[in-house]
């Protein structure tokens, strides 16, 4: 079965650093998308970024960047110059194949706090 | 503007009675999806529809059913057969079941 961990409850980052949150996943595919959402207090999900596993290059999407090792099933989020505005639950989810139909399945978040 | 709206934005279910959320998309999504968010967890998939009058059970539909009569509505029932329905739920949907999900922005459901 795909699952989807996140070893980091909570972090704390201070304004204008940078920060890396973990996720790491198991799976047999080969070709597969992973995903990170943010949900701040409003509880909406916000598509974060997206990585492709058949790509090689590392996706980024402004100061929001991911470190993705294959091999080692690992895809970590890099926030940089963080802004108060960052602060979230960030979640890492993994989109899984089942019966014709594709699924996401979600790690239990990891909250973000940034200092001013 | 385009997007997925859910209604209400809270909802407050007493014992034995079912009670529907809403979810509509003007987004021409074909697949849609209902998860069900409890506190310090990850999203959980209930029930997902790739078209219209078809749709899947996912990891937790017990005590849950849907329709799906048209493309941009997706409402989820709670039953009385669901013993614990105090949680956050949140509706999404996508282009085809390759893409991206888009989410919206939730209902709260509390028991009286």
């Known amino acids: 079965a795909q699952t989807v961990t996140q ?79 960052d602060a979230a639950m960030y979640f890492c989810a993994y989109r899984r194949r089942q019966g014709g139909s594709e699924k996401l399945v979600f790690g239990k978040g990891t909250k973000l706090t940034v200092n001013p | 503007d385009g997007g997925i709206t859910q209604s209400p934005k809270y909802l407050f279910r007493k014992e034995g009675q079912n009670v529907t959320l809403s979810c509509e998309q003007n987004l021409n999504h074909d697949a849609m999806y209902w998860y069900r968010q409890d506190p310090g967890q990850g999203l959980r998939l209930i029930y997902y529809s790739q078209i219209v009058n078809d749709f899947q059970k996912g990891d937790i539909a017990e005590g849950y059913s849907v329709s799906r009569e048209k493309k941009e509505s997706f409402p989820l029932t709670v039953t009385s057969a669901q013993k614990n329905p105090t949680a956050f739920y949140l509706c999404a949907s996508t282009r085809d079941r390759r893409e991206t999900q888009y989410f919206g922005p939730g209902t709260r459901l509390l028991v009286l």
């Open chain 1, 7 to 85: 070893s980091q409850p909570e972090m704390s980052v201070q304004e204008a650093e940078t920060v890396t949150l973990s996720c790491t996943y198991d799976t047999s595919e080969s070709d597969y998308y992973l995903f990170w959402y943010k949900q701040p207090p409003s509880r909406q999900m916000i598509l974060v970024i997206r990585q492709e596993a058949y790509k090689q290059q590392n996706a980024t999407e402004n100061r929001f960047s991911v470190n993705f090792q294959k091999a080692a099933k690992s895809f970590s989020l890099k926030i940089s110059d963080s802004q108060l505005g």
